[in-house]
Nanobody, 122 residues
Framework: QVQLVESGGGLVQPGGSLRLSCEAS????????MGWYRQAPGKERELVAT???????NYADSLKDRFLISRDNAKNTVYLQMNSLKAEDTAVYYC????????????????WGKGTLVTVSS
């Protein structure tokens, strides 16, 4: 019923920037939190950043000076601006959203996108 579709991944040189987008679609009544997580091969999936419907932000401490999360509630879309990218940022980036479906309220559940690959290499 709900789809999260990420876009914007690709190959970028160290020090470069990318902007990821994730749009949610379906029978959506309300989206609470939205966020980004990432997973490198052989590693655990880790938090990158989240943003609540209120605008409250949460970043991984190691990323908060380089990454910026934002959302457009009218478009059901969350963005991740990534700057000063490093090789260790290479990972599959997954979009997450806590969504209340129309007619199922009032409780939200987690939905995940399929991921978009970000490769930082020269």
């Amino acid at each position: 019923q709900v789809q999260l579709v990420e876009s914007g991944g690709g190959l970028v040189q160290p020090g470069g920037s990318l902007r990821l987008s994730c749009e949610a679609s379906g029978s959506i009544f309300r989206i609470n939190g939205m966020g980004w997580y990432r997973q490198a091969p052989g590693k655990e999936r880790e938090l990158v950043a989240t943003i609540a419907a209120t605008g409250s932000l949460n970043y991984a401490d190691s990323l908060k000076d380089r990454f910026l999360i934002s959302r457009d509630n009218a478009k059901n879309t969350v963005y991740l601006q990534m700057n000063s990218l490093k090789a260790e940022d290479t990972a599959v980036y997954y979009c997450n959203a806590k969504i209340i479906l129309s007619g199922t309220g009032p409780f939200a559940r987690d939905y995940w996108g399929k991921g978009t690959l970000v490769t930082v290499s020269s």
